[in-house]
């Protein structure tokens, strides 16, 4: 059975600072792996997407990966009330076009 | 931008009745996926579809079925609605290609009474 782990949370973490949400899976073979953000009520949003090793940055977001330890993060940098919401990770099983959701983080930003 | 719609925000309905739940798309993807999204279970496949008349049962099909006629249009259909099928329903499309990057609609919120 592939996985993709999250920690439930909440996460909290005080306005400014920088909130890191992190994600694990199971299957090797994953490529492409993604953030979607949901508020609540809301369907996912999505706002970042990797596929090589290293970091991607856009914005106050950066997704990294590491394949070796099969795990891939997102930290956002100057956090923001509105980035109070649930941050699903996301992965690709290339070879049927499915994604693979975890459960969701939820991150509580502190004014 | 990608436009995924779907027919409903809410709905309620009674046990037993059948309920169909639309979702289009207006930017040609061939793949399409209905969700459902209950409080600690997390997203759940329910069905998806990669071209027209073409289906596939996802995690948790039993109780549904679905329809996939034109590219843009796919359908969740549940034939005799149940309390425990009150949940908020997802539809996805997804760009095949490099990436694979997927597209949700704004969710319909379903309650059986």
């Known amino acids: 059975q592939k996985e993709v782990e999250q920690n439930s949370g909440p996460l909290s973490v005080p306005e400014g600072a920088i909130a890191s949400l992190n994600c694990t899976y199971s299957?090797?073979?994953?490529?492409?792996f993604f953030w979607y953000r949901q508020y609540s009520g809301k369907s996912p949003e999505l706002i970042m997407f990797?596929?090589?090793?290293g970091d991607k940055e856009d914005g106050r977001f950066t997704a990294q990966l590491n394949k070796a330890s099969q795990y891939v993060s997102l930290l956002i940098r100057d956090s923001q009330p509105s980035d109070s919401a649930t941050y699903l990770c996301?992965?690709?099983?290339?070879?049927?076009?499915?994604?693979?959701f975890g459960k969701g983080t939820r991150l509580h930003i502190l004014p | 931008d990608v436009k995924v719609t779907q027919s409903s925000r809410y709905l309620v309905k009674r046990t037993g009745e059948k309920v169909f739940l639309e979702c289009v798309q207006d930017?040609?993807?061939?793949?399409m996926f209905w969700y459902r999204q209950d409080p600690g279970l997390g997203l759940r496949l329910i069905y998806f579809?990669?071209?027209?008349?073409?289906?596939e049962k996802g995690d948790i099909p039993e109780g549904y079925s679905v329809s996939r006629e034109k590219k843009e249009r796919f359908s969740l259909i549940l034939e005799s609605a149940s309390t425990n099928q009150t949940s908020m329903y997802l539809c996805?499309?997804?760009?095949?290609?490099?990436?694979?990057?997927?597209?949700f609609g704004p969710g319909t919120r379903l309650t059986v009474l």
């Open positions: 996301a992965v690709n099983e290339n070879r049927e076009d499915k994604i693979i």
């Open positions: 299957d090797r073979g994953s490529q492409s």
């Open positions: 990797i596929y090589s090793n």
């Open positions: 930017m040609d993807h061939e793949n």
């Open positions: 579809s990669y071209d027209v008349k073409m289906k």
């Open positions: 996805a499309s997804l760009v095949a290609g490099a990436y694979n990057e997927q597209f």
